[in-house]
């Protein structure tokens, strides 16, 4: 495995994902319609998901522009879908790629800043569901096709609040724990098991439009944007990671906070 700060360097061959077949949750914005981009122009037919379908649209375009692979849009709301939806998923990828080489969960919710005694229930709920609950579920459902790839990468998004607990981070700070425990887990149940491995990407202090709402008067240019973080996220989803399994990495490894 590469150093933290070779990690973050990190520079991908230009047929790093060639073949490749990767799911990308909310995809329609921020570090995940970065992360589409990216892979697609690296070879990779991208599966792009999320609520808005006029967002997945438009990245569809710029990916068919630039000339990369013909992307699959697929609609899908984490809040209210259910294991019976991503089972669905499954069968569609299965029948139309036979295997899935990629998943990265980047979709989620912030919820509130406030003292958690003060913490709507619902909110709570909300968060919980985006953030752990239908990502358990995703994953689960997709392990069939997962499993059919000769290499397999599984990227959940974690948080320097899931690592240390901080003021005011509620059901945020406590899912991303809970994403932290998950990748534990299941990359040791799947150790030396076949070829899907389990990672999560801390992405850090990045310009996009949840850390605006997290700190809303925080200059957006005095941080990175999310094509500076991708090395990471292409190193754990191209071939030159195939050993790396149960680590939470740093796309900013000299500032990791959330």
Known sequence: MLSATQ???????????????????????????????????????VILAGRTVAKLEQV?????????PEPIIYPIDLEGASSD?????????????????GLLHNAGILGQRTPLSNYRSDVWDKVMQVNVTAQFQMTQALMPVLEKSADASVIFTTSGVGRVGRSF????????????????VWASELEGLGSVRINAINPGATATGMRAQAFPAENP????????????????????????????IDAQPQRKSS
Request: glycine fraction near 14%; charged fraction near 15%; proline fraction near 1%.
């Open 169 to 184: 981070w509620g059901a945020y700070a406590v899912s991303k724990f809970a994403v932290e425990g998950m990748v534990q």
């Open 7 to 45: 990690i973050a360097e990190y520079q991908a061959e230009t047929n790093l994902l060639t073949g490749r077949n990767i799911l990308i949750t909310g995809a329609g914005d921020g570090i995940g319609k970065t992360a589409a981009l990216s892979c697609a122009a690296l070879g990779a037919t």
């Open 221 to 248: 240019g005095s941080l990175k944007s999310a094509a500076e973080i991708m090395p990471a996220y292409l190193y754990l989803l191209g071939g030159d990671s195939k050993e790396v399994n149960g680590q939470s």
């Open 85 to 101: 939806n991503f089972n669905e998923l499954c069968g569609h990828i299965d029948e139309q790629f036979g295997h899935l080489d």
């Open 60 to 68: 569809y375009d710029q990916i068919i522009e630039a000339g990369g």
